[in-house]
């Protein structure tokens, strides 16, 4: 089992409210990512982290912001949702260095809804 | 696809036969990765091959590159009923190896 945690799993909100969806991995790893993916779908990159104090953008342009205060926690935030964000948001970390496999772990994922 | 193809998109076969998935991508790549999601869950990595090599197996499971065509194929032999997921590959492009991108997917479904 992949030690990385998203919560909530599951999230149904009205349009215009602010969320914030969790992910946390106790592995000590320094990337970490967002993922976007409609059900069925192929998955989006919407965010990267090469470590604290990091955050990249990834190819699929996106209203949600992240932070990368600490190590092993990479938050995404929603200011203000809409339907069309309605979707599945998975968190994956990974290891960085010469001898990392690059392989990607991947939390349970976010299943938000927005009305 | 921001990154590539894969097909087929669906592949129904019986318990038992083998299942080819294809992907093709744009970038040159350091290695390729290829994952493993059953419905509504997050996704397992299941083999990883770098852009020096050629082949390379693991279990039932048997992945090709060819870094001149830009794709590779993974091969599951005798396939289970367990195997029924989707399956994505996932890139690593040369010029920026941490922006990790995934193909569209395969489903694949094993009929008893």
């Known amino acids: 089992e992949a030690d990385i945690y998203q919560t909530p799993r599951y999230l149904v909100i009205g349009t215009g409210k602010k969320i914030t969806l969790e992910c946390s991995q106790t592995m000590g790893h320094d990337k970490m990512y967002w993922y976007q993916q409609d059900p069925g779908m192929e998955l989006h990159l919407i965010h990267y982290s090469y470590g604290v104090n990091s955050t990249e953008k990834g190819d699929l342009s996106s209203e949600s912001t992240v932070s990368r205060i600490r190590t092993e926690h990479f938050p995404l935030t929603l200011e203000s949702a809409r339907p069309s964000h309605t979707s599945q948001y998975l968190c994956?970390?990974?290891?960085?260095?010469?001898?990392?496999?690059?392989?990607?772990?991947f939390g349970e994922g976010s299943r938000l809804t927005v009305l | 696809s921001q990154q590539g193809e894969e097909d087929p998109q669906a592949l129904s076969i019986q318990e038992g036969e083998n299942a080819t998935m294809n992907c093709s991508y744009k970038t040159s790549i350091n290695n390729l990765q290829w994952y493993r999601q059953n419905s509504g869950r997050g996704l397992v990595h299941l083999i990883l091959?770098?852009?020096?090599?050629r082949e390379k197996h693991s279990g039932r499971l048997r992945v090709t590159l060819d870094t001149s065509k830009k794709s590779s194929s993974l091969l599951i032999t005798a396939s289970r009923a367990a195997d029924t997921a989707s399956y994505f590959c996932a890139t690593a492009p040369y010029s920026s190896a941490s922006k990790i991108i995934f193909g569209s997917g395969t489903r694949l479904s094993i009929r008893p």
């Open positions: 994956a970390s990974s290891e960085m260095g010469f001898e990392s496999t690059g392989e990607l772990f």
């Open positions: 091959i770098r852009s020096n090599e």
